[in-house]
C-alpha cells in the first residue's frame, strides 16, 4: 500500500524567503509528526497532530516555523524567512490511533543559501 | 525527561560475524524503544520495537534486540553481517503524556560499515 509522501523532495530556497513543506500521510493514520534531521542536531521532534489539532508544538525551533493539518490528512509546515541554519531535511510521520509505531516518508531535503 | 545514548558512533564489521549496536536509555517509566534503519539517502524504516510484553524482540532482516530493565539497555544484534546491512541505525525511545502521544527522542546513530 501507499506509504508516507512528502513533497518537494528537494528545495533551494534564497535567505529570506518562505518555504512550504508537505507530508501526505498514510490514509487512516491520524496521528502525524513533523522531525527535522540536520548534521549538527540529529534527529529531532518538532511538532504533532492528532486529527487537525496540534497538540505538542514543543520542538519547533522559532515562531518562523508553523504547521497546519487540514481534514486530518495532508499536512504542511511552513519555514518564514528562512535562515542557513534552517538547512535540514524534514521527515514526516505518521501512526494509526493508539499506537506508537510510526511510519516514515523520505524526507524534504532544505537548502538554505 | 527521557533520553537515549547509542554508545558508538561508528561500527565496521566483516560480512558474516556478528553485528552488535550498543543503546542505552532513560526513562522515568516504563518505555517503548525502538530501533530504525536509514540507508544512504532513503527514509527511515523500523527495524523493531519493544512494547513491554517480550523482553527479545525479533525484528526484520534477522535482526534483534533485547531489553534489560536492570541495565536500561536495548542493544540491536545480528548473528551474520550481510553487505547490505550497511546503513545508520538510530535507538528510539517514545514518549506519552500530557499534550503528546508518541513523541520520539533519537539517539545519535550509529553508522554501521560492512566490510566483504
Known amino acids: 500500500g501507499a506509504g508516507v509522501s512528502q513533497s518537494p523532495s528537494n528545495k533551494v530556497t534564497e535567505k529570506g524567503k518562505d518555504v512550504e513543506l508537505r507530508c501526505d500521510p498514510i490514509?487512516?493514520?491520524?496521528?502525524l509528526y513533523w522531525y527535522r534531521q540536520s548534521l549538527g542536531q540529529g534527529l529531532e521532534f518538532l511538532i504533532y497532530?492528532?486529527?487537525?489539532?496540534?497538540?505538542?508544538k514543543s520542538g519547533l525551533p522559532s515562531d518562523r516555523f508553523s504547521a497546519e493539518r487540514t481534514g486530518g490528512s495532508v499536512s504542511t509546515l511552513t519555514i518564514q524567512r528562512t535562515q542557513q541554519e534552517d538547512s535540514a531535511v524534514y521527515l514526516c510521520?505518521?501512526?494509526?490511533?493508539?499506537?506508537?509505531?510510526?511510519?516514515f516518508g523520505p524526507g524534504t531535503r532544505l537548502l538554505v543559501l | 525527561a527521557q533520553s537515549v545514548t547509542q554508545l558508538d558512533s561508528h561500527v565496521s564489521v566483516s560480512e558474516g560475524t556478528p553485528v552488535l549496536l550498543r543503546c542505552n536509555y532513560s526513562?522515568?517509566?516504563?518505555?517503548?524503544l525502538f530501533w530504525y534503519v536509514q540507508h544512504p539517502n532513503k527514509g527511515l524504516q523500523l527495524l523493531l520495537k519493544?512494547?513491554?510484553?517480550?523482553?527479545l524482540v525479533k525484528g526484520i532482516n534477522g535482526f534483534e534486540a533485547e531489553f534489560k530493565k536492570s541495565e536500561t539497555s536495548f542493544h540491536l544484534t545480528k548473528p551474520s553481517a550481510h553487505m547490505s546491512d550497511a546503513a545508520e541505525y538510530f535507538c528510539v525511545v517514545s514518549f506519552s503524556g500530557g499534550t503528546s502521544y508518541g513523541k520520539l527522542t533519537f539517539g545519535q546513530g550509529t553508522i554501521l560499515t560492512v566490510h566483504p
Open positions: 497532530f492528532q486529527g487537525n489539532s496540534a497538540p505538542d
Open positions: 519493544y512494547t513491554s510484553a517480550a523482553t
Open positions: 510521520a505518521s501512526s494509526l490511533p493508539g499506537s506508537e509505531t510510526q511510519y
Open positions: 526513562s522515568s517509566y516504563s518505555p517503548s
Open positions: 490514509s487512516g493514520h491520524t496521528a
